[in-house]
């Protein structure tokens, strides 16, 4: 078998006692990659080893491969043990060996009608989940499977105890999707895809990488096809090795791509619905997050891939990049949180305690009082405050000038304050900085765009 970690070892330890106490379905949370297919093949091997059939489900076809191979190394005899998605054991029902053991990999997903039939054909087989985030869809609610949670080491010990690559965290938002609407728990597909689908955003995305993770192995995470191929389309055009995926693409192709994405062939690889849970790239050292949602889960689990450590690259810092304000939403991987079986009030939602360094985007805890990345002292914000009161005594001067004086304007800071003296809207400031050649602070450039402003080419700072 394979050796634990010490944690790992207390995950089985206290599973197992959870069972002998009488409690028939159990659902143990470790942080993503902390090692959870290890644990469970080590408990299948236990398992198996003491002639008991082992039925592990998963959700999707592309993890069997991956979880046979880490069983094979923990020693699991596959002579009793079945590995399949949940919707090959719902067909196959009257065929399958009756299980001692049920283990089921990311949990989160028990209460689909597929797993729950699987279970109630099954009704006396102990059931052992695994999940980074027990919940549906932010509302919990695993109870009605579940009667023990055990929960392991945080993502933030797993960090410090050098398990995880620490994270660099940058908040760049392209696309706002604070206006769209809900669909089956999460944002309705075809507004994201509108409302990401646009050429501007491609093209920031490819300037913040260049700026930020150039060079660095990276996964991106799309919305849909056509905009995962433009993604890539956009990157190759600034000579970048790219190439998209998804769950349409053919299996040959597919390990032939992600073969030359792990041999660093390809620097970027765009996906869709494909690489996130489960996925393992160990030398995977960025992600692009290009699809807002609303659930956790997801975030947790597509921000977090670029976390895994890489023993051959033990300095390693993962750069997440996020250009739809999943932060705004779910707060930072590492963030503490409580979880419960029990089902959450909908209207009770998590309160978000991260702060964005105005200065290199960088996204970190709300104490913070100085950026880690830049240095920004985030007190400057006091001193803003300040100046706020003799800005108002420069407004009312400036508003005595004559409207061509905007003209005279150096810099965005002399005509946005010169909008605001006047009282003028603010794409009227948009509008004169473009026709004075002024550049304009980057967080503007979706509003550029999305107001059809520019006539011209547009600098940005």
Known sequence: MMKLRPYQEDV??????????????????????????VIQGTIAALATNRKNNVL??????ELCQQITETFKACGVDFRRCSVMMVQTACRRLGKLNKPGLIIVDEAHHILSNSYIKVLQYFPYAPVLGFTATPQR??????????SEL????????????????????????????????????????????ELMNQSAIFGSAVENWL???????????????????????????????????????PKS??????????????????????????????DCEAVVLLRPTKSLTLHVQQSMRSMRYDPNNPDKVAIILDHV???????????????????????????????????????????????????????EREKQAERKVVEGVQLEEIAKLPYDDYKKATCWEQIDLFRKAKKYNFFWGLRKAIELGIPIPAKYKWSVYKMNLASQPVKYC
């Open 12 to 37: 089985i330890s206290n599973a197992r006692q959870a069972i002998v106490n009488g409690k028939h379905a159990v659902c143990c949370v470790l942080g993503c990659g902390g090692g959870k297919s």
């Open 56 to 61: 592990f489900l998963v959700h999707r076809k």
């Open 137 to 146: 869809m932010n509302e919990g609610g695993l109870g009605a499977v579940f």
């Open 150 to 193: 055990i929960e392991s080491v945080s993502t933030s010990w797993l960090i410090e105890n050098h398990y995880l690559a620490p994270y660099k965290y940058y908040g760049v938002q392209l696309a706002d999707a604070s206006k769209l609407h809900t669909k089956h728990g999460d944002y309705d597909k075809a507004e994201v895809e």
């Open 211 to 249: 700026k930020l993770a150039n060079g660095k192995k990276t996964i991106v995470y799309c919305s849909s096809i056509e905009t995962s191929k433009n993604t890539v389309r956009a990157f190759r055009e600034a000579g970048v090795a790219a190439a998209h995926l998804d769950g349409a693409t």
């Open 253 to 282: 192709e597919r390990e032939v791509v992600v073969k030359r994405f792990r041999e660093g062939k390809i620097k970027l690889l765009s996906n869709v619905d494909l690489f996130g849970e489960g996925f393992d790239v160990p």
């Open 325 to 379: 304000g999943n932060y705004t939403r779910h707060g930072l991987p590492d963030d503490d949180r409580e979880w419960t079986l029990a089902a959450k009030a909908k209207k009770k939602q998590n309160k978000i305690v991260v702060k964005q360094c105005p200065n290199c985007f960088a996204v970190m805890p709300s104490n913070a009082r100085v950026c880690k990345f830049c240095g920004y002292d985030f007190s």
